[in-house]
């Protein structure tokens, strides 16, 4: 038995009935997983820590999970095919035991691009930042213009499952440049059979698998030539970008949107029923909108999906009535309730820009309150010192900052770990409150100490902020 490609499952699709998801508490696992148990596969997972929320969720649709250290590896060899997460490294124990179950094994977006998506209209949402949220803001809108849409989203979304087959043709998908497994070192949308593309973003990151941007560019010229006949709607803000475009211009039909560039989003504005309104320039003209969204981030977000839909042919009247009302996916602005008064929001961003777009947003919607941030730099890329100017730069749009101190050492290649202490010194010339915390005690005291009424406390990270959701002090937060 071998690591099977896309093209392999095809093939061996028929034989395929039992499938067991290797590390199944990632987002991206978690929502595979749920697709091909819904697409009619028996489908069980292990993992080594079970946290929430993406534990939470999957005990919710009862699969069948399993604690890695302890699974009987007899048991493993029972199933037709085990789906590896990228977690698992090629040196690593957990590799050398899968390849020696005698078992057929593949990355889980090989197992989408061949059980799920061959047949499906699949729109790739792709991009350095706003890949989760532009996606889930996707399926929204098309199901109020009137669709049972497919979609894989690598986050966990309140009251409804992370992936869903639908029951049309359209299936919007959260498209990853990060790699797909050890074994499979290539960007995950290049598995995802995509008819037409989003590209929210395109700028460095992922460090530790990429040295450059210009690698990842090449995984996006990749892409593009395996597109036929298609729509790639993108905001050229970005020079990444736009030098791709100089390179495929008539690949596909390329459509723009940006804030300083041609065709522009114009005169955002933030009602006092908290409403933001905006217009956004397609074909010549221009188009206003109003939306429950706040924040530049999110505006553009939304504007791409605007012009998805323009593309696909709905009229202007029904996309306005579709954007007027739209959720969030958890730990995207997530309101959390109040601590001592102060409000609690968590979010992904980790990404300097992410984070410069977040803050802006939330100073927006909360015009007469303090942000108070807290930051824990969690991926490989933002605990290196690639971002060390960069942080300086974003937080000092706050006051007080509260830093957590990366648990682990950077794995980015020639290149040392974010200096959290010389951070800190910067944002205090600066006049900053900023504060370092390594323990979940200290972060606890920190956060008591600055909350109150007049604050909004958001916090900043991809990772678990020290166990902080898990410990008391979730259970003091209130509605």
């Known amino acids: 038995m071998k690591y ?57 649709t009862k699969i069948p999970l399993h604690n890695l250290k302890d699974i009987d590896l007899d048991y493993l060899k029972t199933f037709d095919l ?22 057929d094994f593949c990355s889980f977006p090989a197992a989408i691009g061949a059980f799920i998506l061959k047949n499906k209209k699949v729109v790739g949402v792709s991009g350095t930042h706003g890949k989760t949220t532009t996606t889930y803001l996707m399926v929204q809108v098309f199901e109020k213009l009137g669709f049972n849409v497919g979609y894989f989203i690598g986050g966990v979304i309140e009251n409804r499952p992370s992936a869903s ?24 949308f ?17 460090a530790d698998i990429y040295n450059s941007i210009d690698e990842i560019k090449e995984q996006f010229r990749k892409l593009i030539l395996s597109l036929d006949k298609s ?34 989003i114009k005169n955002i504005s933030i009602g006092e029923n908290k409403m933001t309104t905006f217009s956004l320039e397609i074909d010549g003209k221009d188009y206003k909108f109003e939306t429950n969204l706040t924040g530049v981030q999110n505006i553009l977000n939304l504007s791409s999906v605007i012009l998805y839909a323009f593309k696909e042919k709905f009229s202007y009247e029904k996309i306005k009535t579709s954007i007027l009302n739209l959720k969030m996916v958890k730990k995207r602005q997530e309101e959390k309730g109040f601590f001592q008064g102060a409000r609690i929001i968590d979010d992904f961003a980790h990404h300097p820009r992410a984070i410069k777009y977040t803050i802006d947003s939330i100073k927006k919607k909360y015009l007469n309150k303090d942000v108070v941030v807290a930051l824990e730099p969690s991926s490989s890329t933002s605990r290196s010192s690639i971002f060390q100017e960069a942080y300086v730069e974003v937080l000092s749009d706050v006051n007080t900052v509260i830093l957590v101190e ?31 915390v390594s323990k979940i005690s200290e972060l606890k005291e920190k956060i008591e100490k600055e909350a109150n009424e007049e604050r909004v406390v958001l916090f900043l990270s991809n990772g678990q902020f020290l166990g902080l959701w898990e410990s008391d002090f979730a259970h003091s937060i209130r509605p």
């Open 406 to 436: 990366p648990q682990n050492a950077t794995t980015v290649k020639n290149c040392t770990d974010l200096d959290c202490k010389k951070l800190i010194r910067d944002l205090r010339i600066k006049n900053k409150n900023a504060y370092l």
């Open 82 to 103: 085990i789906v590896v997460g990228n977690v698992v490294s090629k040196k690593g124990q957990d590799a050398h035991l899968i390849e020696s179950l005698n078992v």
């Open 231 to 264: 729509s790639i709607i993108a905001d050229n803000d970005y020079q990444a970008t736009r030098e791709i475009y100089q390179e495929f211009p008539k690949r596909c039909d390329w459509i723009f949107y940006s804030i300083n560039n041609s065709p522009k």
């Open 190 to 206: 290049l598995n995802y059979e995509i008819n037409d593309l989003i590209l929210t973003s395109l700028e460095f990151d992922h």
């Open 4 to 60: 099977l490609d896309k093209s392999d499952l095809i093939t061996k699709s028929n034989k395929i009935k039992k499938i067991f998801f290797y590390r199944i508490c990632g987002t991206g696992m978690g929502a595979a997983a749920i697709l091909l148990k819904e697409a009619g596969f028996e489908v069980e997972g292990g993992d080594i820590n079970f946290r929430p929320p993406m534990s939470d969720y999957l005990e919710s």
């Open 165 to 188: 087959l639908g029951e049309n043709d359209y299936f919007f998908i959260e498209a990853d440049e990060y790699d797909c497994a050890y074994f499979e070192k290539f960007s995950k």
